[in-house]
């Protein structure tokens, strides 16, 4: 019989979760498959299907090798929240807005 979940072995179990669909949402809104990111990343399928499962806890250089080859940027930040001594976890967000053509201009002299 299983031991019940600690709440802090719970929020893991969800920071985990929720990292891992972040993970399948970038990769599907960039139409890519497993198989594509990991060429794009030099690893195998198998190994982009464990990131994406949320059994494991990838480095902060596998997340951004991954936002890479995905066309994303990854990006960290802290953000105080009342909710912090509730240990209620993080939030995962993913900019999902078109971003807008750079256009190489000439910078006139001044």
Do not use: W
């Amino acid at each position: 019989m299983k031991k019940p979940l600690t709440p802090q072995r719970r929020l893991l179990h969800q920071n985990a979760a929720n990292l891992a669909s972040t993970l399948v949402h970038l990769r599907v809104r960039s139409q890519l498959t497993q198989a594509q990111v990991a060429a794009r990343m030099s690893t195998t399928q198998t190994a982009i299907a464990r990131l994406e499962s949320g059994r494991q806890s990838p480095s902060m250089q596998t997340l951004q090798n991954y936002a890479h080859a995905t066309g994303y940027c990854l990006e960290v930040g802290f953000i105080r929240s009342q909710d912090a001594a509730a240990g209620t976890g993080c939030i995962l967000i993913v900019d999902d807005q078109p971003q807008p053509a750079v256009v190489d201009q000439p910078l006139e002299d001044a």
